[in-house]
Every structure is written in C-alpha cells, then in structure tokens.
C-alpha cells in the first residue's frame, strides 16, 4: 500500500476524481499484479477502481493487448446501450490516462492500466451449483452473440499460436525427441494415448483453413473466475480478463469452459477413478450457451462444439504433458509428478467425451 501511495509517478498517471485514500491488493489472479485504488471522491462519496501492472513477460505487446481490450469494450458499450442495457456493469471500462492514452508506461519500463470497479458483484473461483454454471455459459454466450460482428481479424495475437492445437502437439514431438529430464520412459502410455489421436488435433485447424468455419472473437480462457456474477441475483453479467482476447474459434471457447467445469475432480487428482466428464454439467452449460447465442452461429459452428470440448481438453493434457518432459519449467507445481497427474486427468476426461460423443453430440442438437 504504502509503495504505490508514495509512487506518484504512477497514481498520477490518472485524474481519480478525488483523493487516493488507500491501494490494496486485490483478487486471485496469477497473471498481472492487481490492486483496487480507494478514492475519497471530492463529493463526498467514495468510489473504488481496479489498477493492474500487465505482466509483459507473458504479454510483450502491451499496444496490442490494449487496443484489442480497447477495441472490443468499446464494441461491447455500443451494443449493450443500443439494446437498453447497463454498459457500465455489462463490459469492462478502461479509465484513459490524463494523457488520453490505455495505460502508462513508468520509468522502470513497468506498464499499468485502470478499469472502473463494477461494483455489487461477486467472483466465484469454482463451480458451487450447477446454477453457477448456467449462468456462466450465458455469460460467455452472451459475450459472443454481442461480438458477433466485430471484425475479428483485426485483432492482435497477445500470445501467438495459443489454441493452434497441432502446432501444440509438435512441441510435445520436440520435449520428446530431446527428452533433456529422462522422463519419455516412463509416459508412454500417454504418449501412446496422444499419438492415437494426432489427427484429431487438425480437424479444427482444417476446416478453419477451408473456409468452413469463420474467425471469431474469442476470449480463450472461459473459466467461471472471468465472470462478474451479480451479488444478488447471482446472474452472470460481465465477462472479465480481456488479455487473451484474440481471433480464433468461437469452439474453443466453449470447450475450455467444459473441460474446466464438466467434471467434479481437481485438475491434478491422482486418483483417475475420481476423475469423470459429467454429461449433465455438460447439458446444463450448453443450454445456457446456446440460449444466449441464438443464431450469431452457424450450422458448422454448433456442431462442432463437442469437438472444442474434446480438443481443448486433449490440447491442455499435452501441454501439462510437454511441460513434465522439460522439466516443469511453464506451469507452477507444489509437488513432483504434477504435471503428468494434471495430464493424466486432461486425457482421463478425453475418453470420456469420446464415450460420450453421440449424447454430446445431441445435446447440441437438442438447444440448436
């Protein structure tokens, strides 16, 4: 606290409207360093903002990664006012600089950024009721029925080649090939288990380079912690974390969101026999997904949804998996064998989808 209310360089970046009574941190997030500024406003009320130090080790492009939040948020007002709606606490604001600019870069190279506090809302860290879950599919259906017409194109990649699953599945051929811990010896039955499936990884890729499926604005990492929830009602009203915000396919989307909440295990349970895909959270989530959607999809789009679930599953089981070849050097592990067990439950919940795929399959068809 005391640091940044000594470090005018950077508060006085911003016009607060009022006196900085106090900076504390804020929130669980791993990413970007965050604080919540409390302003006296010189009414006389009191008025809380969101200050955030962008972590540029894994966003080197804090231009891009700005206009992109920018871009979309502005995007995102137009079309919730037009429909009569509360912009204010249905999309994030970015609060300008005094300089008119999205954030400020300190001497020390240090990037920050503000946003308006949406105040009354919750964030919940996990699924507590199939209800929680509900409303974060429409949240995030919402979210791309509204920006449906953005061009997605124009939109930086703040982390290149994120869901490229087949580019994913090569780096995993690579740790392999060096093998520099040891480790390929004792994985082969889940590199067996990947290899099998090495053509499956393309089947999304494919039919985007055919012209099959369209580029969407995706958010790329749909867990329920990126969703203000409202206090009262409980209904899931702004979507949150912007920074992944890129071009890509609106499956994935939903896929992350059913490979982090279709289940009831922790992600590195090492017990497989606690670790089942939950056909009925996977209902529940599509239902409120497609509701919202409407018909901003099209035909291709929803059928192919069981296969975002599938693939981003199988995708982040083979980056848990590279990472346990190189040593555990990208994800954060407590303990040894994390990262294998974490892989272990990705391609548990794989097997799953795939004994499920005609239900999958009809559910989708079912809310379509």
């Known amino acids: 606290m005391s640091e940044l209310l000594e470090n005018?360089?950077?508060?006085?970046?911003?016009?607060?409207?009022?006196?900085?009574?106090?900076?504390?941190?804020?929130?669980?997030?791993?990413?970007?360093?965050?604080?919540?500024v409390y302003v006296q406003t010189s009414q006389g009320?009191?008025?809380?903002?969101?200050?955030?130090?962008?972590?540029?080790?894994?966003?080197?492009?804090?231009?891009?990664?700005?206009?992109?939040?920018?871009?979309?948020?502005?995007y995102l007002r137009k079309t919730l006012a037009a429909q009569g709606l509360d912009a204010d606490r249905g999309t994030m604001q970015v609060i300008l600089t005094t300089a008119g600019r999205p954030y400020f870069r300190a001497a020390d190279g240090g990037c920050w950024r503000v946003y308006a506090f949406v105040e009354d809302t919750i964030c919940l860290q996990k699924v507590e009721t199939p209800?929680?879950?509900?409303?974060?599919?429409?949240?995030?259906?919402?979210?791309?029925?509204?920006?449906?017409?953005?061009?997605?194109?124009?939109?930086?990649?703040?982390i290149a080649r994120f869901h490229d699953t087949p580019n994913r599945y090569a780096m995993l051929e690579k740790a392999v090939a060096?093998?520099?811990?040891?480790?390929?010896?004792?994985?082969?039955?889940?590199?067996?288990?990947?290899?099998?499936?090495?053509?499956?990884?393309?089947?999304?890729t494919d039919l985007l380079a055919a012209g099959k499926l369209p580029l969407r604005v995706t958010h790329n990492d749909t867990k329920l912690n990126n969703i203000l929830m409202d206090k009262t009602t409980r209904k899931g009203i702004c979507v949150i974390d912007l920074d992944t915000v890129m071009p890509g396919l609106?499956?994935?989307?939903?896929?992350?969101?059913?490979?982090?909440?279709?289940?009831?295990s922790a992600e590195d349970e090492p017990d497989l026999?606690?670790?089942?895909?939950?056909?009925?959270?996977?209902?529940?989530?599509?239902?409120?997904?497609?509701?919202?959607?409407?018909?901003?999809?099209?035909?291709?789009?929803?059928?192919?949804?069981?296969?975002?679930?599938?693939?981003?599953?199988?995708?982040?089981?083979?980056?848990?998996l590279t990472d346990y070849l190189e040593g555990d050097h990208y994800f954060h592990t407590t303990r040894p064998g994390q990262n294998l067990d974490r892989a272990r439950t990705q391609f548990k919940l794989v097997a799953d989808m795939e004994a499920a795929w005609p239900e999958?399959?009809?559910?989708?068809?079912?809310y379509s």
Not at 14 to 27: E, I, K, Q, S, T
Request: include cysteine; proline fraction near 3%; hydrophobic fraction near 40%.
């Open 45 to 74: 009320g009191s008025r809380r903002y969101i200050l955030q130090k962008i972590n540029t080790d894994t966003f080197t492009d804090p231009d891009g990664l700005m206009e992109n939040i920018c871009g979309v948020t502005e």
């Open 273 to 320: 026999s606690k670790v089942n895909f939950s056909l009925p959270l996977f209902e529940t989530y599509a239902k409120g997904f497609m509701q919202a959607v409407g018909d901003a999809f099209t035909p291709l789009e929803k059928e192919t949804l069981p296969w975002g679930a599938k693939l981003m599953t199988l995708e982040c089981g083979i980056r848990f």
């Open 131 to 158: 209800e929680d879950f509900y409303e974060s599919a429409v949240a995030f259906g919402n979210f791309q029925r509204q920006l449906a017409g953005y061009p997605a194109a124009t939109l930086h990649e703040t």
């Open 250 to 264: 609106a499956a994935n989307d939903f896929g992350d969101s059913i490979r982090f909440g279709a289940n009831h």
């Open 360 to 366: 999958m399959a009809q559910i989708i068809k079912k």
């Open 8 to 36: 005018q360089e950077i508060l006085s970046a911003w016009d607060w409207g009022g006196v900085v009574a106090g900076v504390l941190p804020y929130g669980e997030g791993h990413i970007n360093a965050t604080k919540c």
């Open 178 to 204: 060096a093998d520099a811990y040891g480790r390929v010896a004792e994985v082969a039955k889940e590199l067996a288990f990947v290899t099998a499936r090495q053509s499956d990884c393309h089947y999304m």
